[in-house]
């Protein structure tokens, strides 16, 4: 599976309503576009109603009376941020997307206690990536949300992976835990949480997947240097999902694939009572709507 | 200058004499006789002589009468590693280079305080990559050796990694300080350690080098993501040396630039009194060639 059927499943689902926070850039406007033309969902869009309806007019001016899309002026990010929260926790909407704002002032609102999306589990951010010679995605996570997860954080954050690997049709996903090396070593933290997540799993507390590790990155996803070192194991050479020791790791890891490998992404925060889209100005619109599709498909239905 | 640039340099240099420990298997033979046919050192080959005979023989017969090739056996691994080690530091050989024996064997005789080549510098492994639609080789420290290393230790592998660019040529080396943000995070140690070493560089405590930091991997290796983050820097966009902040990240980008992004890679073990060449079996032909080259071209003359 790549990520174009991310978007093709993402269009078979009905009823998709996609709350954006700040929704008055171009890119934000032609990302909103290019969903709406593949009929992925309906949008409410918030912000400042001059500059997004400025926006449309520049690209698709026949879009202003489509009732697809409805513009909600706020009158700042704050209340772009608040607005579109709420309008997913009231169930207007069922996916939340950021638009031009710090992702900080987003996250305050989906974390407010009264009208948030908090479910008590770690938000985690999961990115799936198509990367050039590999016919399955490889799921990466967290490359850009918790900064040195504990044990505890890391089971969530493996739970909610799986939980998004499970809703795009990845039902018993394979979790490399990635360390620097294979053998457990009393120093190195990373390896000491990735056996105590393999035990874990076997024990039946991490249902809905398979998990190994420590693993190299090397062994997690090439049978070739498996084989080469020795690792038997149902996850070595193709694992689904690569559970990265911390924000280091996984960032490196991230942008090592987008810039030096060449790979797409799309990726959610997962954890929260609905997928949440962080795009970022820098991500291209092709990665804007595989994100859009990836939450999507994610929604709880 | 990209990693050939690296043989016809070696190449170029007289009186290497490189010393094998423990290089009784098909990929070490083969690999010094690749270096022998393109004239770049001598070798002295330590280990089970009957072994090593019989390899060459299979490989390359003629080279058995070949002045360059000296052949002293030793009883066991242990033996091959401290007479290899001693060879270098009664300067018979300028090289030393890792055969079939397990990495920390090799690294305790290179450690020994009588005979080794410890020079009170800390050893760090040094990785140059040239990396498709990259025209510079980019090189990245410490993927392999320093585990979680300290901000006194961080200072000397940039100091190791600026002294092998030198080596090669790359006379001002460019150094980003790499972690997940830009912004300096009193909660991310990378972020301060990266900041320290800038200011550490511009106080002239790390000269010979450029560094800025923290960087993003983007930032450091794209211009256009730089320019997106509005950074300005002499580093930014166009880094030489990418300092890790730890093993972990280090790891996983090493074995995603080889396995996702093809890339080539000449790595040594830098600190110790002379360059070490610390090849495994996965490693290609090409690759331990590259590391022999980058090895002969830093040897102190």
Chains 1, 2 share one sequence.
Request: hydrophobic share 50%; net charge negative.
């Amino acid at each position: 599976m790549l990520l174009d059927s991310l978007i093709n499943q993402a269009a078979r689902k009905d009823d998709n309503m996609v709350a954006v926070a700040a929704a008055d850039t171009a890119d934000v406007i032609e990302a909103v576009i290019d969903a709406l033309n593949r009929n992925l969902a309906e949008f409410i869009l918030y912000g400042d109603e001059e500059k997004i309806i400025s926006q449309i007019k520049l690209q698709k001016q026949e879009l202003l009376n489509n009732d697809k899309l409805n513009i909600v002026h706020t009158d700042s990010v704050v209340n772009a941020a608040e607005s579109a929260v709420q309008a997913v926790s009231n169930q207007q909407a069922n996916v939340l997307m950021k638009g031009n704002l710090p992702s900080n002032i987003l996250l305050k609102a989906v974390l407010n206690k009264e009208y948030g999306l908090r479910t008590g589990n770690v938000l985690s951010h999961t990115a799936f990536f198509e990367i050039p010679g590999f016919k399955q995605l490889i799921i990466i996570t967290d490359a850009a949300m918790n900064i040195a997860p504990t044990l505890g954080q890391k089971v969530q954050i493996v739970k909610n992976a799986v939980s998004l690997a499970r809703s795009v049709g990845i039902n018993m996903p394979k979790v490399a835990a990635i360390a620097a090396v294979e053998a457990v070593n009393p120093d190195m933290q990373a390896t000491l949480d990735a056996a105590a997540l393999t035990m874990m799993n076997k024990r039946g507390q991490i249902p809905g997947c398979i998990i190994d590790g420590p693993l190299g990155l090397d062994n997690a996803i090439s049978e070739l240097a498996a084989e080469h070192k020795g690792i038997v194991s149902d996850v070595a050479g193709k694992a689904d999902i690569l559970l990265v020791p911390d924000i280091e790791a996984g960032n490196v890891l991230y942008k090592s694939l987008i810039y030096f490998a060449k790979a797409k992404v799309g990726a959610v925060l997962a954890g929260a009572s609905s997928p949440i889209v962080l795009t970022s100005r820098a991500d291209s619109a092709e990665s804007k709507l595989y994100s859009l599709a990836l939450a999507l498909c994610s929604v709880k239905r």
